[in-house]
Structure formats: structure tokens, C-alpha cells
């Protein structure tokens, strides 16, 4: 046999030899796909929770008031996210919070007790986020909330309503009963399905909001705490939010997260 003969044949068995590795590969990892769906090392790339933890009220009775009480975890994405109010997706790359439909239910990642601080303490959360089922009376999908002894509410928040319009609201009192700055965000319709980001940031003594959809950033602003929230017992105590938190009563709200970070 010519050596010419004899690579021809070498190269030959060579090429079938690589293609039963490349096929016995391929079912392997379909194998592997099949047998968990916990997230991926690639997935799991988009998504940082650093301190932040869960707070949800899936199962919690309504209180005496009206509201209902909450319970706080620890988010561990080495195991296979599956909970009613927390959950992946199938393919194991998107994350899920839900909550129920009574008003004031809730299931959203926030800052534990001890992360706090001013608005002067950078903190930002970005995100790529789906929502579903929104309900009639509206629902808060992100948070700059107040855990001071004269605080306890939230200064800003980001509120999806059912009709699609996104807004921005601006409490002035940090407790008690109060007005707010309410404004709809120009030119922004959410159709159910879409995909939109949202960058919310405390920095420098002020809150920042950008919000990206169809390939464009649609507001890009701050905004500043009133002068009642310039007190003592208040104004070092701000902590992120964003979940789905329900104003009610129709819908169990739901956000699917392609991403999600947090910077300190």
C-alpha cells in the first residue's frame, strides 16, 4: 500500500472516530439538560444577588389590619429553584417571582436588615425583566425604601399598571399618611410579554431611574428626597427593592428575570 493509500485510510478512521466521540458528547449533554434544571454556568452569569435575600407572603394570613405578614430567605442558586413564589424557568436560564392576588401580597429580592444607608451610599440594581398577569389596581416592581425608626415606607417606587403605563411615585412624608409625586412615564405602553430593563440606583444624594425597551433608553433621570426625609432617624436607612408587589385584587402577578445584579 502507497503511503498516500495509507493516510487516506488513517484519516478516515480518524473522521469516524470523531464523529462517534462528537455524537456520544451530544447525548451526554442532552442527557445532562434533562436531569437538572438547575441554572447554568452561563446563566448563571446574568444574575448577582450579592446580600440580597427574598421576602414573600405566599402562605401568610391576612393580619388584623389588612396586611399580610412576610418571610425573609436566603437566595441559593446552586440548587434548583422551585418554590410557589420563586422559580425557574424549564431550560433552567430565567428566574421567576409570583405572588398572590389579594392586595398587598408580595414576593421580591431586597437589601436585608444591616445593609441600609444613605442616599449619599452607592447601591444599584439592574435588571431584564418580563411581566405577566398584571393586575387591574396596578402592581410595584422596584423600590427605594426606608427601614429607619421615623421611616418604614417606601420614598420612591416604580408601579406597572394594568393598562400598561409605568409610574414613577414620590412619597413626601417618610411615615404616616401622605402625598405623593405621582407622574406616567411619556411615550412607554408595556405590552404583556415584553421585555424591558430597568436600572435604579441610589448615589450622591439622589435616586436614578433609567428604563431601556425596544433597543431605547425611554427615561434617563433622578430624582431627590423631600425635605422630610432629611431627618436623623430616616434619612441613613435607604435599601433597595424590585419584585412584584400587588396593589390587587384580580391577577397573581408575575416577573420572569432574564438578569439580575446588584453593585455595591
Not at 435575600?53 to 396586611?67: K, M, Q
Not at 429580592?109 to 444613605?118: N, V
Request: hydrophobic share 35%.
Amino acid at each position: 500500500m502507497s503511503i498516500k493509500s495509507t493516510l487516506k485510510t488513517l484519516l478516515l478512521l480518524l473522521s469516524i472516530i470523531l464523529v462517534g466521540c462528537s455524537a456520544d458528547q451530544s447525548i451526554a449533554d442532552i442527557n445532562e439538560e434533562l436531569d437538572s434544571t438547575a441554572l447554568t454556568s452561563s446563566s448563571l452569569s446574568n444574575f448577582y444577588f450579592g446580600n440580597l435575600e427574598i421576602e414573600e407572603s405566599w402562605n401568610a394570613a391576612v393580619n388584623s389590619n389588612g396586611t399580610y405578614s412576610t418571610t425573609s430567605h436566603t437566595i441559593d442558586l446552586s440548587n434548583t429553584v422551585d418554590e410557589a413564589y420563586f422559580y425557574e424557568n424549564s431550560d433552567g436560564d430565567q428566574l421567576n417571582l409570583k405572588c398572590k392576588a389579594e392586595d398587598g401580597r408580595r414576593a421580591e429580592f431586597k437589601e436585608p436588615s444591616g445593609e441600609e444607608g444613605p442616599l449619599t451610599q452607592y447601591r444599584k440594581i439592574d435588571f431584564t425583566a418580563v411581566y405577566f398577569s398584571i393586575p387591574e389596581n396596578g402592581v410595584t416592581i422596584a423600590q427605594v425604601h426606608n427601614r429607619g425608626d421615623g421611616g418604614g415606607k417606601p420614598l420612591f417606587r416604580l408601579e406597572l399598571e394594568a393598562d400598561g403605563t409605568l409610574k414613577t411615585v414620590l412619597r413626601d412624608l417618610p411615615n404616616g399618611t401622605s402625598t405623593t409625586d405621582t407622574n406616567s412615564i411619556p411615550d412607554f405602553i408595556y405590552d404583556e410579554g415584553d421585555s424591558i430593563r430597568i436600572i435604579l440606583k441610589k448615589d450622591n444624594g439622589l435616586v436614578y431611574l433609567k428604563i431601556r425597551q425596544n433597543s431605547e433608553w425611554v427615561i434617563n433621570t433622578t430624582f431627590e428626597a423631600p425635605e422630610a426625609w432629611n431627618v436623623s432617624n430616616v434619612k441613613d436607612f435607604y435599601y433597595l427593592k424590585a419584585g412584584v408587589y400587588t396593589e390587587g385584587n384580580d391577577e397573581e402577578a408575575r416577573v420572569k428575570y432574564k438578569k439580575f445584579k446588584i453593585s455595591y
